[in-house]
């Protein structure tokens, strides 16, 4: 049999999925690991030319600067120490995260300025196609592979509403500058030149700012410029749910199983999920406690009862969540406190005013505006790099719900009475049928393709080691715990599926393909315990007793020896 580590392995994208993926490969003795990207620094979503002042992370930790996340656990990978920065992580500390990972373990293996146009199976199906093009000559080569792990994340591929697009604006004219969110690091030297600041001669001359969208980048955009004396509006019609304390959480709540076990996961596996979210008195207290997590990060944060963001959504059943931690002085919740950031919502904007300076909003009204940013999300990543025959014959793309048993999970009190904003239609909320998150069904038996980073998550440092030792042991053909066939791989997706749709109603219509294969959202501790389980290792390592468990903290050092753990379980199995 021929080894299985002797072929080249392609990883599309060299974000933090990517980086430890490949780290891990290394270790377990691939030789020929290397990483494509489209950026000029490693770190994805932190590369040097995506990091804009004022970008802070969404917690003390982690968190996507695109979308939302990050409520508890920490980020960092535990082959290399983070350094302690004495609060909220920055958008640089976190470049210069990913800059030293990459400097100390990935030299050589990363090819900067590559733009991967089309990914497919060779006409002999004993490996991969990479057509790919360098940013800087244009110029085109098709590599080979062996294996792929695709690491393009969910945060690189703008979502623009065509009605609001740049397009949209120069057909109506529109005298300002249009710019997705994304963009802003590349186009913010020119943006603050156009709109001059605000004269306190003069403060109506200024121009307006309009930001669309009530998102973790829009807030953080919102507050640089306002801080850059910049007259800034934000639209929208919902707010994220929001966390937020007066003094930094303890490490027992914060870094802990606890608001893991607040969460339902589909396997209730101990006494005390069990009694919290299949009783009425454990459900009453379930959602006492994070009703009064909502209440209380209202009010650390300052925000007002009338004010919009409260008209917010579910800390329990969404995932549309930012843990802003302590109220910063000059942060977004500070500057609205001090009403100097206007909130327009709930409103839409829905397209570009006949003046030529203005937007239209969904209430009829318009608004004036110098400039437009638009924070309206990400479509999927993976769109553009498969044909629609690759993308069928991997099992990689989105379909409508099948028919599955609904009433599985009848007996979760806790999820009962969702709100009424968030019912929607079953046949609208499609799902992927990524096994474990991590493999596209139809691929299951074939052991050459894998993904790390499609699983949302609130903990990716820990989460994505996990998941990169799966994905290596899995192309190693390790003895774990899979399905036996495709079959059996559809069914396990369209059973987690059908589990998305009741845990999070809605919000598989708001997620993108490349990041919503699982919502592991509050309940990463419970998904990573079943990967290792696949492995045949330990699980719940942050140990404790039947009193403790839930409040023993978890840290990435107990998954630093896996690869220890993994050859010692190979060499038993071959003695």
């Known amino acids: 049999m021929a080894d299985p580590r002797s072929g080249a392995i392609g990883i599309i994208g060299a974000g933090a999925a990517g980086l430890i993926t490949a780290y891990t490969l290394l270790q377990d003795g691939f030789k020929d690991v290397q990483l494509l990207t489209r950026d000029k620094t490693p770190g994805g979503i932190w590369a040097e030319e995506r990091v804009y002042p004022g970008l802070t992370i969404n917690k003390q930790v982690w968190n996507y600067p695109c979308c939302v996340s990050g409520v508890y656990g920490e980020f960092r990978f535990s082959p290399l120490p983070m350094s302690e920065t004495g609060g909220r992580l920055t958008g640089e500390d976190m470049r210069s995260y990913m800059s030293a990972f990459a400097n100390e373990f990935l030299e050589g293996h990363i090819r900067y300025n590559t733009e991967v146009l089309e990914i497919k199976r060779t006409d002999s199906g004993d490996g991969w196609f990479v057509e790919i093009e360098d940013t800087r000559s244009q110029m085109r080569q098709v590599l080979r592979y062996a294996k792929i792990v695709l690491c393009t994340g969910g945060c690189s591929s703008p979502l623009i509403p065509n009605e609001i697009s740049p397009a949209a604006a120069k057909s109506s004219k529109f005298n300002g500058p249009v710019i997705h969110s994304s963009q802003f690091r590349s186009q913010m030297d020119d943006l603050l030149s156009i709109v001059k600041p605000i004269d306190a001669n003069s403060p109506g001359s200024a121009g307006r700012i309009v930001i669309v969208g009530g998102g973790k980048s829009s807030q953080d955009i919102a507050a640089y410029l306002t801080n850059e004396n910049r007259k800034v509006s934000v639209v929208f019609e919902r707010a994220a749910a929001v966390m937020g304390v007066t003094s930094p959480l303890p490490d027992f709540i914060r870094r802990s199983r606890f608001l893991g076990i607040m969460s339902p996961h589909s396997e209730l596996r101990t006494r005390l999920e069990r009694f919290l979210h299949t009783t009425w008195l454990g459900s009453k207290i379930v959602h006492y406690v994070w009703n009064t997590i909502t209440s209380t990060s209202f009010d650390a944060l300052k925000i007002a009862k009338d004010s919009p963001l409260r008209n917010a959504h579910s800390l329990f059943w969404g995932i549309r969540t930012n843990d802003e931690g302590v109220l910063r002085p000059n942060g977004f919740h500070s500057l609205v406190a001090d009403g100097k950031i206007d909130l327009v919502a709930p409103a839409r904007v829905i397209g570009y005013g006949e003046d030529g300076k203005s937007v239209t909003l969904s209430d009829g009204r318009t608004l004036d505006a110098a400039a437009v940013i638009l924070g309206t999300g990400f479509t999927s990543s993976w769109k553009g790099l498969f044909s629609e025959q690759t993308a069928d014959e991997l099992g990689l793309r989105r379909h409508a719900p099948g028919d599955v048993q609904t009433n599985q999970w009848d007996n979760y009190q806790s999820l009962r009475d969702p709100p009424s904003f968030l019912a929607t239609s079953k046949q609208q909320q499609w799902a992927s049928s990524i096994y474990r998150g991590l493999v596209p069904y139809?691929?299951?038996?074939?052991?050459?393709?894998?993904?790390?980073?499609?699983?949302?998550?609130?903990?990716?440092?820990?989460?994505?080691?996990?998941?990169?030792?799966?994905?290596?042991?899995?192309?190693?053909?390790?003895?774990?715990?899979?399905?036996?066939?495709?079959?059996?791989?559809?069914?396990?997706?369209?059973?987690?599926?059908?589990?998305?749709?009741?845990?999070?109603?809605?919000?598989?219509?708001?997620?993108?393909?490349?990041?919503?294969?699982?919502?592991?959202?509050?309940?990463?501790?419970?998904?990573?315990?079943?990967?290792?389980?696949?492995?045949?290792?330990p699980s719940l390592r942050s140990g404790g007793n039947w009193l403790t468990w839930p409040f023993r903290v978890i840290d990435s050092a107990e998954i630093a020896a896996l690869r220890e753990e993994r050859d010692a379980k190979r060499l038993r199995g071959s003695s």
């Open 442 to 537: 139809k691929n299951i038996n074939r052991r050459d393709f894998a993904i790390n980073g499609a699983i949302f998550t609130t903990n990716n440092g820990y989460a994505f080691e996990a998941f990169s030792h799966w994905i290596s042991a899995y192309f190693l053909g390790d003895k774990m715990r899979l399905p036996a066939t495709p079959k059996e791989a559809f069914d396990a997706t369209e059973r987690n599926a059908e589990w998305l749709r009741k845990r999070f109603p809605g919000m598989l219509l708001w997620t993108n393909e490349s990041y919503s294969s699982n919502l592991a959202f509050f309940t990463w501790p419970q998904v990573v315990d079943e990967i290792l389980e696949d492995l045949e290792l």
